[in-house]
């Protein structure tokens, strides 16, 4: 299923690293803002779209 040993690329390292730094700048608003997009995106992929 996986390919063994197979590790990411530098460019994706870096990339993950500042997604994390990101998120750890984040004000408890933000993060909350963030987290009810990401559900809605989730439940959209679930669900369809709804209006």
């Known amino acids: ?3 063994k040993k197979k590790l990411a690329d530098e460019n994706a390292v870096k990339q993950y690293v500042e ?3 990101n998120i750890d700048s984040l004000t408890e608003d933000e993060a909350k803002t963030v987290l009810k997009q990401v ?5 959209i992929v679930e669900n369809g779209k709804r209006i």
């Not at 559900?39 to 439940?43: A, C, G, K, N």
């Open 39 to 43: 559900y809605m995106r989730l439940d």
């Open 19 to 21: 997604v994390l730094k």
């Open 1 to 3: 299923m996986f390919e």
